[in-house]
């Protein structure tokens, strides 16, 4: 393969969470076409995206031998500068020290205003944030995640009301995702769950009813001084949550699997 096939093909994998076939095929350009910047970049990133201490490590390691053959490449003095800030500095104090002269490296390198000095900034935005800071963005990632989850539910919902879902291309994720919801939903036995998807506001609305009556119910009756027992009117709920989070990670596997069987069709044919 060229190239530009394996940063193409690293970069539209990376873009749908296969990380490792990323791994893999920036391993196997390096070994094919030699070292290279923009493969080293990509087999760090693909490492750093695990969020794992060995991953880090290894991240490090690409990042390294990338910049030991090419020096001044402003993609991966960035990459590295992200991984390093984002090092506890207890934990790994000298990956965290080489911060600074990332920073200053890429300060001399990057002009003003480049893409490059703009994810710079960013990072160290990111990096120096304080502890509400910090809080704001946990809570704005899981509002981020469960409004994905909200609309992957009503996509589910309208596949349901239409009795299945419309063909599409293996390699379009969203309806990749309302598949994979559609066959873990089938069965007899599912069929609250099913109910649930189908009306899932109405339902969150409808259980907390149900759990402040019950609470209440418990401790007006003298059961208990104080009741938490209505939130199991919650678990229903949660499993479909559960099965529509199952749904998409499975769709993820599928549309992964479908590139790489793409990039083997084509190989084949140039070949």
Not at 48 to 61: I, L, S, V
Request: net charge negative.
């Amino acid at each position: 393969m060229t190239h530009d096939e394996y940063v193409d093909r690293c970069e539209e994998l990376f873009a749908v969470g296969g990380f490792t076939q990323v791994r893999k095929l920036a391993e196997s350009g390096l070994e094919e076409l030699g070292p290279d910047p923009v493969l080293y970049r990509w087999l760090g990133l693909a490492h750093a995206a695990e969020d794992d201490d060995d991953h880090d490590a290894e991240a490090e390691k690409a990042y390294e031998a990338g910049l030991a053959r090419c020096p001044d490449d402003l993609g991966l003095l960035v990459s590295y500068l992200e991984l390093c800030l984002r090092a506890d500095e207890w934990t790994y104090p000298g990956r965290s020290g080489r911060a600074t002269s990332l920073k200053e490296r890429i300060a001399v390198l990057a002009p003003a205003g480049s893409p490059e000095a703009v994810r710079m900034e960013a990072a160290l935005g990111w990096a120096g944030r304080g502890y509400w800071q910090d809080v704001r963005e946990r809570t704005a990632t899981a509002r981020t995640e469960r409004a994905a989850l909200t609309s992957h539910s009503a996509d589910v919902a309208e596949a349901l009301e239409q009795g299945g879902q419309a063909p599409a291309h293996p390699e379009d994720l969203r309806a990749a995702e309302v598949a994979a919801a559609l066959e873990l939903l089938t069965g007899p036995w599912r069929a609250p769950l099913r109910l649930l998807v189908r009306h899932r506001v109405a339902a969150y609305v409808v259980t907390f009813v149900l759990v402040v009556v019950t609470n209440k119910a418990l401790v007006l009756s003298g059961t208990v001084s104080y009741s938490v027992w209505g939130w199991i009117w919650y678990a229903p709920l949660l499993l479909a949550d559960a099965k529509l989070r199952q749904a998409r990670r499975l769709a993820r596997q599928r549309v992964i699997a479908a590139m790489e069987a793409r990039h083997a069709d084509t190989a084949a044919s140039a070949g």
